[in-house]
């Protein structure tokens, strides 16, 4: 029960790492707010994992107003805000550069880097004016940072951009006792790998030493590692949770 006592919101929470994160974030004893621009997607996970631990709340991350109404929301439930923030809502439009539209290019970024930044910026100012410490704000980038995918270009650089301004927040927030990590899944299980293309996906399988795509429940398990103050000390850094894949 490290995070007993704890509150977090978990974005991207109806599917996939964000879920998963929420059942972990719960078993370890944090109330946990599980918020997704798909409302019922969010509330199912609440009533798969127990409504007595977890509430679900409409969430667009690419949304100023839509961000500032959840910390608003948090606060009225709650009495505080979350110390604990995963940002973990992502979409993927992949296409090579050359055929790209400008919408899928927008479409990305708007939920991927700028959606982190609001999160980020607006949970962190309602955590310093609340005088919660021990803040602990996680954001979700991607090997794919780092691998650099053909037909990837507007996913990887908003995750290689989530790497930066993790770095950033880090230094940033500091002195108000709020850590800022950054996880970086490799192919993991969920609704966003199955459109990716067998060839690919034989590809990626062939380059993993472990040969195995990652589980949800895997990734979960090094965030609440992250916001619990087991990792007290780890501060700035970018995780990569891969099973090996380089
Ligand atoms: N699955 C992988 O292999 C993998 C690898 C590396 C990184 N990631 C990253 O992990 C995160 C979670 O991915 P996943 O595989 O669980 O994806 P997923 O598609 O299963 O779930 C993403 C969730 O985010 C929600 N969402 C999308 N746009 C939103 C918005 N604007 N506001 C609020 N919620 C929104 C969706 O409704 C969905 O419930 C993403 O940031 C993704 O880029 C995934
Ligand atoms: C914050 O963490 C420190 C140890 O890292 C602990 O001593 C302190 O009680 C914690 N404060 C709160 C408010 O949880
Ligand atoms: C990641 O985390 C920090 C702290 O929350 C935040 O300020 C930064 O903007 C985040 N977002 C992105 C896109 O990295
Ligand atoms: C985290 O590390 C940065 C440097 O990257 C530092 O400026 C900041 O104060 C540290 N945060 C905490 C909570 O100590």
């Known amino acids: 029960m490290v995070l007993l006592g704890k509150l977090a919101i978990v974005t991207g929470a109806g599917s996939g790492i964000g879920r998963?994160?929420?059942?972990?974030?719960?078993?370890?004893?944090?109330r946990v707010i599980a918020a997704d621009r798909n409302l019922r997607a969010a509330e199912q996970t609440a009533k798969d994992i127990g409504i007595d631990h977890v509430v679900a709340l409409e969430l667009d991350v690419a949304s100023l107003e839509s961000v500032t109404k959840a910390v608003a929301a948090s606060i009225a439930q709650f009495k505080q805000p979350p110390s604990i923030v995963v940002n973990s809502?992502?979409?993927?439009?992949?296409?090579?550069?050359?055929?790209?539209?400008?919408?899928?290019?927008?479409?990305?970024?708007?939920?991927?880097?700028?959606?982190?930044?609001l999160m980020a910026q607006q949970f962190a100012r309602a955590m310093i004016e609340h005088h919660v410490r021990n803040g602990s704000i996680i954001n979700i980038s991607s090997i794919v940072a780092r691998i650099s995918n053909p037909g990837q270009a507007n996913y990887a650089a908003t995750k290689a951009g989530v790497i930066s301004l993790t770095e950033i927040a880090a230094k940033e927030f500091g002195k108000f006792g709020i850590r800022v990590n950054a996880i970086l899944p490799g192919f993991i299980n969920t609704p966003m790998v199955e459109v990716?293309?067998?060839?690919?996906?034989?590809?990626?399988?062939?380059?993993?030493?472990?040969?195995?795509?990652?589980?949800?429940?895997?990734?979960?398990?090094?965030?609440?590692?992250?916001?619990?103050?087991k990792a007290s000390y780890v501060n700035g850094s970018a995780i990569e949770v891969t099973g090996g894949l380089k």
């Open 196 to 229: 990716v293309p067998d060839k690919v996906k034989e590809d990626v399988l062939r380059r993993c030493p472990m040969g195995r795509l990652g589980r949800p429940e895997e990734i979960a398990e090094v965030i609440a590692f992250l916001a619990s103050e």
């Open 89 to 117: 809502a992502g979409i993927t439009r992949d296409g090579y550069l050359l055929k790209l539209t400008e919408k899928d290019y927008d479409d990305v970024y708007k939920v991927n880097l700028k959606g982190t930044f």
């Open 20 to 30: 998963a994160t929420c059942r972990v974030l719960a078993r370890d004893g944090a």
